[in-house]
């Protein structure tokens, strides 16, 4: 009563101090009824003495004590002394699903010494979504921080200290943390280490969400290049015995490329280490022992037998000197592929820049024109352009997807949708592929025409002598200009090389394909080389087409902007003399309908 009034009436009768106090219990300084205004607040201490310890030990308490009027207070949490509710009672502030909201209130917006706004990302989280869904089972801010003795998570004492962190979580998630105490995790910790991950490390802290979810650094798309590569992909892991840059290796095999790109079926490193019970390859329980791998493999791969295990998982070519056997042949092979690329490409580059200077020179002394008459010798028949665009076709499929695969930031994977109709595209194309080359192989064998062909193709001494003559004329240490037959040497190098090429490819992409089959006869470690030839082997066949044939249709002087033979298989007698001056049955042939076109033209 203030001056005759009951000015909190009905409201504090409902209170949790309604139901056991009178109005004296806690104004000691009411003397006599009715009183005057201007008593002296009651403190709660009087009868909350062990949560006033702890609030007086903790941030909040800490904080109003040297001085900020805006530190959290029992009545800020709890609010108005008189109409305080029970935890129980949902109406209360301080109600286990009102709880976030309370917090809220001040850690919504940025404060000093506090990292971010934890209750804005908390609210995005698994637990603040079950809450605002009405679970009262969810994690709120008082189950991880306590309630009157928060403590900053700097402090070995608080429940938010990183070492606390896992018997924290464990008021909940009591399975996950008995996994993770016997794991080499947790192990760790416990051995004092302050390196070693706790769940927060992993899963966030207040933006916890489920593994399911697309943005969750657990997700097994997200593992590789966040969760765990955020220790195993540092150096400092050296310092422990366990190699770095295990994120790097991961991401170049063929998961982490297919989790790149979008693959919701590859393996990730959970798939194959565990979760929370991860176990060094070392202990028999653990899923990398060496025993264990191939039912570990066989969860994706039924039927993996003993050989599809057998081989390094991460292959990192800084540490070939301390690989097994395998992995030492595999960088051999991948050094020795780098070479030749540098070589090959570089001189095709070099012998086309060559000839590219030395036509322009030639044309501009000509006065910039290169006389071509009609196009009516035929340089492929229909059947050779259909196989010509059959491959073309194939092969900058595979191309596209391949890379797709192997550099999966690039625009082109975008064109493919995901990883299913990608992988399908490719073997598709590669099927396409080595069915025209099987028909080619018919085609040279029961044809006459392929018959003439493959004579035609052999290499011979002199080719060898035609690269040597080639190199004198367009260096200008000759002033003959070398004569070919139906193909010249370029020309042979290129089919000779495309039929190599697609053989080597089709070997590896079907091991690759059908590894189950092929591990039932060698060591997984050759599906690492075939993996190895099949990359370098496409970058070598890309950019041998690129440089070499491409030039050859495109950009030489003497057929820019392109050489139509591919479309109706026709040239010039002017530019096939000049490029096969030695076929002198061909040019017999066409000599003189070639005449009498140019007559006809020059009529009309």
């Not at 219990?25 to 310890?53: F, M, R, Y």
Request: aromatic share 10%.
């Amino acid at each position: 009563m203030v001056n005759g009034k009951d000015v909190h009436g009905d409201a504090f009768k409902a209170s949790v101090h309604g139901s056991m106090f009178t109005c004296v219990d806690c104004h000691t300084d009411i003397k006599s009824l009715p009183h005057e205004a201007g008593l002296q607040k009651p403190t709660c201490v009087t009868c909350h003495a062990d949560e006033q310890a702890k609030y007086d030990s903790g941030v909040h308490g800490k904080a109003l004590a040297a001085g900020d009027a805006k530190s959290a207070t029992c009545e800020k949490c709890h609010g108005n002394i008189h109409e305080i509710l029970p935890a129980s009672d949902p109406k209360s502030r301080s109600a286990k699903v009102n709880v976030p909201k309370m917090c809220g209130e001040c850690h919504s917006q940025a404060m000093p010494g506090v990292a971010g706004r934890p209750a804005l990302a908390y609210q995005e989280s698994v637990h603040g979504k079950l809450v605002a869904s009405g679970n009262d089972k969810a994690a709120v801010c008082s189950d991880c921080h306590n309630s009157h003795d928060v403590k900053a998570a700097g402090d070995p004492t608080s429940t938010v200290f990183r070492n606390n962190v896992p018997a924290t979580c464990a008021k909940c998630h009591t399975k996950e943390q008995a996994d993770f105490a016997t794991s080499i995790h947790g192990k760790t910790l416990a051995a004092g280490n302050i390196h070693a991950p706790v769940c927060t490390d992993c899963h966030g802290v207040h933006t916890i969400v489920r593994a399911e979810d697309k943005n969750s650094p657990v997700n097994p798309r997200n593992q590789g290049d966040q969760a765990c590569a955020q220790c195993h992909n540092n150096v400092r892991m050296q310092e422990f015995g366990i190699p770095g840059g295990r994120n790097n290796t991961y991401m170049d095999s063929y998961h982490g490329m297919a989790n790149a790109v979008g693959s919701s079926r590859t393996a990730s490193c959970s798939s194959c280490h565990g979760t929370h019970n991860i176990l060094p390859s070392s202990d028999p329980k653990s899923s990398t022992n060496p025993n264990n791998l191939v039912k570990t493999c066989g969860q994706c791969h039924p039927g993996a037998g003993p050989n599809f295990a057998k081989g390094k998982i991460h292959l990192d070519p800084s540490q070939a000197a301390q690989a097994d056997f395998g992995a030492k042949v595999n960088n051999w092979i991948r050094v020795c592929y780098i070479w030749l690329i540098v070589a090959v490409i570089g001189f095709m580059f070099l012998h086309n820049l060559m000839i590219f200077v030395r036509k322009l020179i030639d044309r501009k002394k000509n006065g910039g024109v290169h006389a071509n008459g009609p196009r009516i010798v035929v340089r492929m028949t229909l059947n050779q352009r259909i196989q010509h665009c059959m491959l073309f076709v194939t092969f900058f499929l595979l191309v596209l997807t391949g890379f797709a695969l192997k550099w999966p930031d690039a625009a082109n994977r975008f064109i493919f949708v995901n990883e299913l109709v990608r992988g399908y595209l490719h073997r598709i194309a590669g099927v396409l592929m080595t069915l025209v080359s099987l028909y080619h192989v018919f085609y040279l064998a029961f044809t006459g025409e392929g018959r003439r062909m493959f004579l035609d193709m052999l290499p011979e001494l002199k080719d060898a002598t035609d690269i040597v003559d080639t190199f004198a004329y367009y260096l200008g240490f000759s002033s003959k200009k070398p004569q070919f037959k139906r193909f010249n040497y370029a020309e042979k190098m290129e089919y000779w090389a495309l039929v190599w090429g697609t053989f080597v490819m089709a070997l590896t992409g079907g091991a690759l394909w059908f590894k189950l089959v092929v591990t039932g006869f060698v060591p997984r470690w050759w599906l690492d080389i075939a993996t190895t030839v099949h990359f370098y082997e496409a970058i070598l066949a890309t950019l041998a087409i690129i440089v070499w044939h491409f030039y050859q249709v495109i950009l030489d002087p003497d057929t820019y902007p392109v050489n139509f033979a591919f479309l109706d298989g026709k040239m010039s007698v002017e530019h096939y003399q000049e490029e096969h001056g030695l076929d002198s049955a061909t040019l017999s042939k066409y000599a003189g309908e070639a005449g009498d076109k140019a007559k006809t033209q020059h009529k009309h």
